[in-house]
T-cell receptor, first 111, second 112 residues
Framework: DQQVKQNSPSLSVQEGRISILNCDYT??????FLWYKKYPAEGPTFLIS?????DKNEDGRFTVFLNKSAKHLSLHIVPSQPGDSAVYFC??????????FGKGTLLTVNP | DAEITQSPRHKITETGRQVTLACHQT?????MFWYRQDLGHGLRLIHY???????NKGEVSDGYSVSRSNTEDLPLTLESAASSQTSVYFC???????????FGNGTRLTVT
């Protein structure tokens, strides 16, 4: 049973526009949510996180939104840049330090 | 700078052989994790450890084992390699609850 779902395998946007990546989770015990970015032949790198007591967290061009009632989070990238092209993983965790990851979304930002 | 190092970066082995993948971190983190990444599956947890002498099974632990004899290292052993274990393996560490995982650059393992 997939506890963290990223239903869009890929997303293509134009440079300068907004990228919106979505993630759904099923486990009500999750209280910590993160986004990771991964380039080919490299490990995932942490991008931004949000705890369940918040509904928004912003870091520069990246904003994560959390809708607890819908068990949904999203990552907004504004403005999108070609260097943002990568696979983005959504991850969720609870009180046991473990993270459960989604399958990832390949973002392509076209110049 | 603190880091997490995986070796080798690439490995080709034959079915039935025992293989050990190394993971070494200099963050002094108590928590260490092994994930595998496969197309269509994302990152799946194999084993994890909360400290020296502690090991726990993840969601895809069959055919794998780990040992934690010190803080810095968590080697992953494939007891008898199978073609289904062809994958990219990532080691990660973290220091506290709700802190991000730091990942290594991965080991690409091919079992022929």
């Amino acid at each position: 049973d997939q506890q963290v779902k990223q239903n869009s395998p890929s997303l293509s946007v134009q440079e300068g526009r907004i990228s919106i990546l979505n993630c759904d989770y099923t486990n009500s015990m999750f209280d910590y949510f993160l986004w990771y970015k991964k380039y080919p032949a490299e490990g995932p790198t942490f991008l931004i996180s949000i705890s369940s007591i918040k509904d928004k967290n912003e870091d520069g061009r990246f904003t994560v939104f959390l809708n607890k009632s819908a068990k949904h989070l999203s990552l907004h990238i504004v403005p999108s840049q070609p260097g943002d092209s990568a696979v983005y993983f959504c991850a969720s965790g609870g009180s046991n330090y473990k993270l459960t990851f989604g399958k990832g979304t390949l973002l392509t930002v076209n110049p | 700078d603190a880091e997490i190092t995986q070796s080798p970066r690439h490995k080709i082995t034959e079915t039935g052989r025992q293989v050990t993948l190394a993971c070494h971190q200099t963050w002094n983190h108590n928590n260490m994790f092994w994930y595998r990444q496969d197309l269509g599956h994302g990152l799946r947890l194999i084993h994890y450890s909360y400290g020296v002498q502690d090991t726990n099974k993840g969601e895809v632990s069959d055919g794998y084992s780990v040992s934690r004899s010190n803080t810095e290292d968590l080697p992953l052993t494939l007891e008898s390699a199978a073609s289904s274990q062809t994958s990219v393996y990532f080691c990660a560490s973290s220091d506290s609850l709700n802190s991000p995982l730091h990942f290594g650059n991965g080991t690409r393992l091919t079992v022929t």
